[in-house]
């Protein structure tokens, strides 16, 4: 079962406009430089395994390269290893940057229709083939990569660059990214960025001198507030039944084994 977890903020507009604002703090002479890194390699295999139970009920991500529907959620066919979204943006770059690196593709010729739903949750000009055209690309390795490219430069890279600055270990990278993936980076009061400052408002993350249970707790709540603010988000347990389950047990590094639950189902990882 697929579950509703994606959101319609991940506008490039907004995406560059959050990356010249975290800018400063990623220069911040205030970073821990010994944060551990979500990105270690086995580190960044849970986490893709964590969001993936959350957002297609699956430890198995590298199936989801094919994946897409349309989960009727307002913002047209959502896709991929990540849930690139054809009414968001993130779709039309990443089918943009497969046909730079693989000039006439599958999926050029729906270049047009993507940039025309950009923005709605119209499959015009998408219809009836986008879907079974999808899958097919999955098959070549290239946009695979692309995929995976897209990831990490629109969410995967800044939130655990703003993790680390923030003096966080593995588990508050973590938090930042499933946030970044669900919310965006955007300027409205539930994009990433806000949770961030709304959470800055009660406690303070160890970069700035505060203790990092305590902030990420508060990182937390203000992530359950901006989740409960759409009914498509409205099921909170990827917070309640995993992240929080791992902060109170204070497994700040994300060591195995990891058990948790998403939305009712359970999942370990040894």
Same mark, same amino acid.
């Given at each position: 079962? $697929?579950?509703?977890?994606? =959101?319609?903020? &991940?506008?490039?507009?907004? %995406? ?8 400063? +703090? ?16 086995? $580190?960044?295999?849970?986490?893709? $395994? ?42 039309? !770059? +990443?089918? /943009?940057?497969?046909?730079?690196? &693989?000039?006439?593709?599958?999926? *050029?010729?729906?270049?047009?229709? +993507?940039?025309?739903?950009?923005? =709605?949750?119209?499959? @015009? ?16 390795? /290239? ?5 995976? !490219? /897209? ?12 993790? $680390? ?5 593995? %588990? ?12 965006? !980076? ?20 160890? *970069? ?26 409205? !099921? ?10 791992? +902060? ?10 990891? @058990? ?11």
């Amino acid at each position: 079962m $697929k579950h509703p977890a994606r =959101t319609s903020r &991940r506008t490039l507009l907004a %995406l560059i406009g959050a990356s010249l604002a975290s800018a400063p +703090l990623l220069n911040s002479p205030h970073a821990s430089a010994a944060a551990a890194g979500l990105d270690d390699p086995a $580190k960044k295999e849970i986490a893709m $395994k964590l969001v993936s139970s959350a957002e297609n009920s699956s430890l198995d991500w590298k199936a989801q390269y094919k994946y897409i529907e349309d989960i009727g959620d307002g913002r047209g066919y959502t896709a991929g290893i990540i849930g690139f979204c054809s009414g968001t943006g993130d779709m039309l !770059d +990443l089918v /943009e940057l497969y046909t730079d690196r &693989r000039p006439g593709n599958v999926l *050029a010729p729906y270049l047009p229709a +993507l940039r025309r739903v950009d923005g =709605t949750d119209s499959h @015009d000009g998408l219809d009836p083939n986008f879907p079974r055209d999808w899958a097919r690309a999955a098959q070549d390795q /290239e946009f695979r990569r692309a995929q995976d !490219d /897209e990831r990490d430069r629109v969410y995967f890279g800044p939130a655990v660059r703003q993790g $680390k600055t923030d003096g966080l270990r593995v %588990l508050g990278q973590f938090a930042y990214y499933d946030a970044i993936v669900m919310h965006g !980076d955007g300027t409205d009061p539930t994009s990433f960025r806000n949770i961030r400052r709304r959470a800055l408002d009660q406690a303070r993350p160890p *970069a700035q001198g505060g203790d990092e249970v305590t902030y990420l707790h508060a990182f937390l709540d203000a992530r359950v507030w901006a989740m409960k603010q759409e009914e498509a988000h409205s !099921d909170t347990s990827r917070v309640d039944t995993a992240q929080r389950v791992f +902060l109170r047990a204070g497994n700040l590094d994300l060591n195995p084994p990891l @058990d948790w639950k998403a939305y009712g189902d359970s999942y370990h990882i040894g």
